[in-house]
């Protein structure tokens, strides 16, 4: 009876130790050049930590050429989630603040049980709780993570915007050349109800824990917002 016991309260422990334990995506820092229509911008780091109980996603982006040096261009985001049902991540607190010579902007989200708070400047908003939304910083991991679980074709997020909930559909697709270099990557984009010119695009590492090999953003108006891998760690 004592050894049965002893069973029970290992398994139990084992349970408890495994929403961490078993996240599919490891920690990682990785840091890129930004692009704006081709033309250096400045540079990201991009950052995922364990955070006491649950994870933290960081990306801080500098300034480092043209009007954005100039201005001394900051950007600081940070996502703190967990691991949810079927191991997908969920935001808990979101804080993004831009600062410049220029201007500064604040946007922010927190999620309870019942509801999900937005800050967008002086505007606040407060929505019904939907499980499982993520913000547009962890979109990123939710992506890393459905390719970690092998998942393919189409996928579907909830994405916490500035004052609404957006549903977005990706599709998760075959590795393929990353273009202007970099080896080969997984190609996941999403997919939007009107074709007027917009395009996500992320190249996936298929080897190195799916960290983004490249990054790529189109507007309408065909500006191109690119952010290309320089290193890691």
Known sequence: MPNARLRH????LALLALPLAAAPVSPFSATYEVR????ALGEATLTLVPDGQGWRLSTTTVGTAGLARVAGVRIEETTRFDYRAEGRPATREYDYLQRSSLNQRRRSARVSDAAIELVNGDERRSLPLVPGAVDRQLTTVALMQAVAAGRSG???LQVLGRGDIEAQRWRIGDLEPVPGGGGMGRR????RETPDGRST???LDDDGG???LRI???EDDG?????RLLRRG
């Open 36 to 39: 704006r229509n081709g033309s």
């Open 210 to 212: 799916h960290v983004p």
């Open 154 to 156: 189409e996928t579907s």
């Open 223 to 227: 500006e191109t917002i690119e952010m």
């Open 216 to 218: 790529e953003q189109r």
């Open 201 to 203: 695009v992320l190249w």
């Open 9 to 12: 309260a290992a398994a139990l």
């Open 188 to 191: 996941v984009e999403r997919l």
